[in-house]
């Protein structure tokens, strides 16, 4: 009898997001390399990051992707900064685009027990792959993995999406896409024990997906 066929991960689980950034890591690559040269907004943001967290402060990129180009913009800043990411694919490419970095494989989810007490985290778009639900309990685990008075850049795409979808980056995936407003992004990071510092929304570029982008800034508070 012929094998089973694998069993389809639930819909923005850790396996899934393995699964689907495994199988369009180089499309996104392709697509994506050199999107930083274009987008000064979102370039100024990492410095302004970089210069609160300060030179060799310690910093997760926090779903790298195969460019691996926020974790080599954070380090050029003078970050001793690690890239992570769940898919073995995207952290690959990434360790070819960018020698000079480090990257590891590691759910976002479980920095609070790698065993650093960071100065600094960044999730670059990173929390589209995952429920609405899960946001607390991601922001949680970010905090308690900082120090108090760390720093936290959240970058995430604007709207009220939240489920599976045709991949708008335009593989011939479904996968899970979920999108943020201003105040879900900041209420949940007051929650998790965060002074949010700033919240902007900037319009999205002529060579983006017609979203805008939200660009939140804050200090892990006290413990």
Known sequence: MPDDPAP????????????????R???YLGLFRDELDGKPFDREALRAFAGRVGPGGR???AGCGPCGHVTALLAAHGLDVLGIDLSPRCV???????PDCRFVVMDQRDVAGAGERLDGLVSSYSLHDQ???QLATTLAAWAAALRPGGQLLIVAKEGVADGVADDPLGSDLRVYWAEFTAYEL?????????CVDDCAVREAYDDEIPTRRVHLAATRGAA
């Open 59 to 61: 910093v997760y990129d």
């Open 186 to 194: 900041r209420s949940a990071a007051g929650r998790a024990g965060f």
């Open 8 to 23: 389809v991960p639930e819909p923005g689980s850790a396996a899934d997001v393995r699964r689907t950034w495994d199988a």
């Open 131 to 133: 429920p609405k639900r």
């Open 25 to 27: 890591a180089d499309h």
């Open 92 to 98: 690959a490419l990434a360790r070819q685009e960018k």
